[in-house]
Nanobody
C-alpha cells in the first residue's frame, strides 16, 4: 500500500484546511488509516484515525471537536477536515496504514508512511 497526503498550506488562526490521503496498491488489505503530525523538535503524535470499512473514528483530545476524519468522496481517499485551527496545530501531517485492529493511537502499529504535508497556522 502506498499513501500520499496532500492539502496542507498556510492559514490564519481560526481558519480551516482539508487534508486528503490517497491510498493505492493493495488497498484490499487496509484496515485503518491514521493521521499523525510532527512539529519541529517534537515527536510524531497521533491526530485521528478511521477504520477503512466501518467508519469507526478516533481522535486525540487536542483535536476533538475541531477535526473530522472521514472516507473521502473520491475512491480510496481519507479526508481530515480541520476547523478552528490554532498555531499549535502547525506541523507536518502524515497519513499511514494499520493492517489490523491494534491500538489506534500507537504509532508503532502503522506503516506505509506517505510523504507529509505541511500545515502552518499563523497567529
Amino acid at each position: 500500500v502506498q499513501l500520499q497526503a496532500s492539502g496542507g498550506g498556510l492559514v490564519q488562526a481560526g481558519g480551516s484546511l482539508r487534508l486528503s490521503c490517497l491510498a493505492s496498491g493493495r488497498t484490499f488489505s487496509l484496515y485503518r488509516i491514521g493521521w499523525f503530525r510532527q512539529a519541529p523538535g517534537k515527536d510524531r503524535e497521533f491526530v485521528s484515525a478511521i477504520n477503512w470499512s466501518g467508519g469507526v473514528t478516533y481522535y486525540a483530545d487536542s483535536v476533538k471537536g475541531r477535526f473530522t476524519i472521514s472516507r473521502g468522496s473520491a475512491k480510496n481517499t481519507v479526508s481530515l477536515q480541520m476547523n478552528s485551527l490554532k498555531p499549535e496545530d502547525t506541523a507536518v501531517y502524515y497519513c499511514a496504514h494499520s493492517p489490523g485492529n491494534f491500538q489506534p493511537s500507537a504509532l508503532k502499529w502503522y506503516g506505509s508512511w506517505g510523504q507529509g504535508t505541511q500545515v502552518t497556522v499563523s497567529s
